[in-house]
């Protein structure tokens, strides 16, 4: 398969061709870098939303009104719905359609859910890919989505121009995960489902952990109270955004977003494909073995590492490597 | 990595009866497969937009409702008319003599009531096992 | 899952020895291995001891009572069958109105003693025959009632004053009991004699059953109006009938089933409160519809603990003096989801022990499955045999002719204390959540009901439970049930007669109605004069809920697989 092809046609406007780069970049096909280039300079038009949070919060209902904002702004829209895969089965259910039913057969609309998968660096490299793709498409507003408040998160939101942080009344343990996971990067704190108790002293804690930062390097997060199902606090949260976004279109104040962006994506390309050039010089049986002989302490990792590197790289020092 | 099968679960129609549909999700879901759900009340150009977007392998249909006779043949056609190389299942409710013309029009198994979800699960690996 | 966890908990019989609960479950195989060992885990995953005997302290009055006694344990009436026997409701519904008329005069015809409308999907979420939502699905599962018009064709030559109806409609119940109340009218008989029930439980849609229109609290709102109106207008009707069915046919437990039903039951006492309504007497009209499911004695505890649990909630934790209003009256339907399409004349049999448990856990009124209804909607043969079934149990069994016939059971008993007390701690999960409404808005119900449906279908894929026919005792052989199969010009005709009466009615008072309606829904007086206004001036079903939908919005599904 020929992925130059396919990323031109992406770049002509085929959903279905955008549909299957993606695949490829999530199943870690190789050689479809040459096509990530091309869809690289077509790309970087579209302003990139995250929205993440714990599950069960509405981030998808939110994510949902916003996109439908911005349709009735005429803007086109993309959204990556990033969902946990099952560690044990390797599987997953991605079910954040299910809140955005009415936006599927929307020609001005283009969803996709991702599982975690599992991979290394593997998963922010994929959101990231997943969203130039999308820019290349035509869409002019993209939103990503994640769970949670780990590294993956984390990374995966640097590739935002703004980060909602979304949370509910009521959980205490939110705001301390919050506080140990995201306080760096989010930009916008909504405090959704408003009406159930609990909601202003919630949007106090954040506000206190706010205050608690000296300097904000000229903007200080909002935190927003809002329903996203009773489609209320929905206009302060688009305002927001709004003004978050004029602020950081000043090259000075993102460059630095950008910068550590940009290093860390560039590692992740070397590690996955080094990874994956290094791995396809052994056969799975040769792996096989290699596994077997450390699992039962027969040999070391390391020792092991550096045989299969050594066939794919005859001659490197790789005592200094690994 | 090896590449993942990613299964598209669809509720045309006005009927709310998923347990089926779920049941089926789950059990794709713990054979490692990748289970796109769509939720209740999807309209066939709903469900084929989906497919497209999220690229998936296979479309499973559920209706517990009797539509399946109207809503079937037509996302079958949206299939078709969008030249996707999927391959479509159906579950739920179907007489036993409806199945012949849902054949026919292009999907390529009808697992009525009983059937387990072992033969489903089965059914996916074997029909598109290159991909797992 | 917390409550998984609390279902799995081991259970010893208290009363009685042998109870050495053997922990999993073992299928036995045909024709091999014949002993059976205590511990089975019923349907509710509950161990049971090997038999179970008499236990020290066992107050008659307070867990008892004779039948028509508080609280009621044994059944709301002294004389129970011997005064009236249950009602035969078959439920029935399909393509038109005269098509379905046509099916409850030959109901009646063979016996039966009240009618059950069954709608179509359309109808049931609020649309019109012609709406684009309602492609493919015109009269499959029920009738398709767009209009008073179709209404009327509906009960036409059945006089309404006569009958009791059910009719299962829940997101538009008010819009289409007044178009019922209005064909009332046309056939000149008052609102004050009619009889019958509108489900109108939309707590349970967002729990399991899904067909669900506008978000909680304004359906609540509706609810409450009908409340108000029927007690001042309708005063024998049911406004609404409080449904574990569709829980337990989403695939809850038996226990699950309990305790979701009546908490809901709960939350419409305290929104009627809310109002400001006398709950002496609205609570009278509030009626209950549990599944009658495969295990036998689970089942009639079930209904017995449901009975004591209501009328101590309603006297002790209400406060009520009506003793009516302590008195559990419920519906049964036999289990849907235990029909088997394979060897369907097995499902008669199934049927048949279902009816009997709900008839000997003291139900006021009763629906019979079909053996074909796992294939498709049932032709009149099948409605027929199910119908007979209730009759031979009525006529020929003599199991109605004393009241609690198994009161004081050790086993029932001990099973009766069990399921109350498990319902208990569901309660308390409810409350955790703030109530129903918060447990709703968290997904607790969706969850419980999901996690105890995949665990069931995983125990009989691995044979840990064998249907028979299905897992084992299979045979082949081609099927041959006779399919109905509706007339495939309805369609049309029905949509031509809609088309012909939004042409010919009178627009302006048409107009003048549904902006009265909006008005009504955008403020907080009862809706239901409005409505009843909205349909007499021949708005159709999809106009009125539309307008409905515009001011109160829309509800969506939530994520929980």
């Known amino acids: ?322 | 990595m090896a590449r993942k099968i990613r299964v598209l679960i669809a509720k045309p129609g006005l009927d709310g009866h998923d347990r089926g549909a779920k049941v089926v999700a789950r059990a794709l879901r713990d054979a490692g497969m990748e289970v796109i759900y769509t939720g209740l009340h999807q309209s066939p150009e709903q469900i084929v937009q989906t497919a497209l977007q999220e690229d998936v392998d296979a479309i499973g249909l559920s209706s517990l409702s009797g539509s399946h006779d109207v809503l079937f043949p037509r996302v079958m056609e949206l299939v078709r008319k969008n030249r996707m190389k999927v391959l479509v299942t159906a579950g739920g409710i179907i007489p036993e003599e409806d199945v012949p013309a849902l054949r026919k029009c292009g999907i390529a198994a009808v697992f009525g009531p009983g059937t387990s979800i072992e033969e489903i699960v089965k059914f996916h690996k074997d029909r598109l096992g290159r991909r797992s | 899952m917390p409550m998984a966890l609390a279902l799995e908990k081991k259970v010893k019989g208290s009363r009685g020895r042998g109870g050495t609960a053997a922990g999993g479950s073992q299928a036995v195989a045909p024709g091999m291995e014949t002993v059976r060992k205590a511990g089975y885990p019923n349907l509710s995953w509950l161990e049971t001891s090997q038999f179970y005997g008499p236990e020290g302290g066992f107050d008659y009055r307070e867990k008892l009572g004779s039948p028509g006694e508080y609280p009621f344990t044994r059944g709301i009436h002294s004389d129970m069958y011997l005064g009236r026997l249950w009602t035969m409701r078959q439920f029935a519904g399909f393509g038109s109105a005269s098509e379905t008329n046509s099916r409850f005069k030959y109901l009646l015809s063979h016996g039966e003693t009240g009618l059950s409308v069954a709608f179509d999907y359309p109808t049931l979420y609020g649309y019109d025959t012609d709406d684009p939502h309602s492609e493919g699905e015109y009269g499959k599962c029920g009738v398709a009632i767009s209009s008073l018009d179709d209404m009327t064709a509906l009960f036409s030559g059945i006089p309404l004053d006569r009958v009791s109806t059910s009719m299962t409609i829940n997101g538009p119940a008010s819009v289409i009991w007044a178009m019922y109340l209005a064909a009332a009218e046309r056939q000149g008989v008052p609102a004050a004699s009619l009889r019958g029930t509108i489900q109108n439980d939309v707590l349970k849609e967002y729990i399991a059953q899904k067909s669900f229109i506008f978000p909680p609290a304004p359906s609540m709102r509706l609810v409450v109006d009908t409340f108000e109106y029927g007690m001042k207008h309708v005063p024998n009707w049911n406004t609404v009938s409080i449904s574990g069915y569709h829980i337990r046919e989403a695939g809850s437990t038996a226990v699950q089933e309990l305790a979701f039903t009546l908490a809901d039951g709960f939350e419409y006492v305290r929104q009627g409160i809310e109002r400001g309504l006398d709950p002496n007497k609205f609570v009278p009209r509030l009626s209950f519809f549990f599944n009658a499911h495969n295990d036998f004695f689970e089942e009639i505890a079930k209904y017995r603990a449901a009975r004591r649990i209501w009328a101590r909630e309603m006297k002790e934790s209400f406060g009520l003096t009506n003793e009516k209003a302590m008195k559990l009256r419920f519906h049964t339907q036999t289990a849907g989801c235990t029909l088997t399409a394979e060897q369907p004349e097995n499902n008669v049999t199934r049927v048949a022990l279902q009816a009997m448990a709900a008839v000997l856990g003291g139900t006021q009124s009763l629906h019979t499955n079909s053996l074909d209804e796992a294939l498709a909607l049932p032709t009149e043969k099948a409605v027929r045999t199910a119908l007979r079934t209730q009759q031979i149990i009525a006529y020929e069994t003599g199991v109605p002719n004393v009241a609690d016939p198994l009161g004081g059971s050790y086993y029932v008993e001990w099973l009766t204390d069990e399921m109350e007390e498990r319902a208990y701690g569901i309660f308390d999960e409810i409350a955790s959540y703030g109530g129903v409404l918060g447990a709703i808005d968290r997904g607790y119900f969706q969850k419980a009901i999901t996690e105890s449906s995949y665990r069931y279908q995983r125990e009989v894929e691995k044979k840990e439970r064998i249907i028979v026919g299905v897992n084992e005792f299979t045979s082949e052989e081609p099927l041959e049930i006779p399919i109905l199969r509706m007339d495939p010009k309805g369609r049309e005709r029905q949509i031509a007669r809609l088309r012909k009466l939004r042409r010919t009615r009178d627009s302006a008072s048409f107009e003048k109605a549904l902006s009265r309606l909006r008005k009504a829904a955008e403020g907080d007086e009862n809706t239901m004069p409005a409505i009843l206004g909205a349909v007499k001036a021949n708005a159709t079903l999809g106009e009125v809920t539309g307008v409905l939908r515009e001011v109160f919005g829309e509800y969506r599904e939530q994520r929980i697989i």
């Open chain 1, 1 to 322: 398969m020929n992925y130059t092809t396919l990323a031109r046609s992406i770049i002509r406007g085929d959903r279905k061709a955008a549909a299957r780069l993606i695949s490829v970049v999530e199943d870690e096909e190789e050689g479809y870098g040459e096509a990530m280039d091309m869809i690289f300079s077509a790309s970087g038009r579209a302003g990139v939303l995250g929205i993440t949070g714990a599950p069960g919060v509405g981030k998808s209902t939110l994510v949902f009104e916003l996109a439908k904002g911005f349709r009735k702004e005429g803007k086109s829209v993309g959204i990556v719905a990033v969902d946990p895969t099952s560690p044990l089965t390797g599987g997953a259910i991605l079910g954040d359609r299910i809140r955005m039913s009415e936006l599927s057969s929307d020609p001005g609309v283009f969803i996709r859910s991702m599982g975690s998968r599992g991979g290394t660096g593997g998963l922010s490299l994929q959101a990231s890919a997943t969203v130039r793709i999308l820019d290349a498409l035509g869409c002019e507003e993209i939103i990503v989505e994640t769970v949670g408040a780990g590294q993956t998160q984390v990374d995966i939101m640097g590739l935002a121009d703004t980060v909602v942080v979304v949370t509910m009344p009521g959980s205490g343990d939110e705001v301390q995960s919050i506080k140990a996971g995201l306080l760096e990067i989010a930009d916008i704190y909504v405090v959704n489902k408003m009406d159930l108790p609990g909601s202003m002293s919630t949007a106090a804690d954040l506000r206190a952990m706010i205050d608690l930062v000296e300097d904000w390097k000229g903007w200080k997060p909002p935190v927003l109270l809002a329903s996203a199902s009773g489609a209320r606090g929905l206009e302060e949260v688009a305002g927001s955004i709004r003004r978050h976004r004029e602020w950081f279109s000043d090259p000075e104040a993102h460059m630095e977003r950008r910068a550590s962006q940009a290093r860390k994506e560039i590692y992740d390309i070397i590690a996955s494909g080094i990874l994956r050039a290094i791995s396809s010089a052994v056969t799975d049986e040769e792996m096989g073995e290699l596994v077997r002989l450390v699992a039962e302490r027969k040999m070391s990792p390391y020792d092991a590492a550096r045989k299969v590197a050594g066939s794919a790289l005859p001659g490197a020092d790789l005592y200094k490597a690994l």
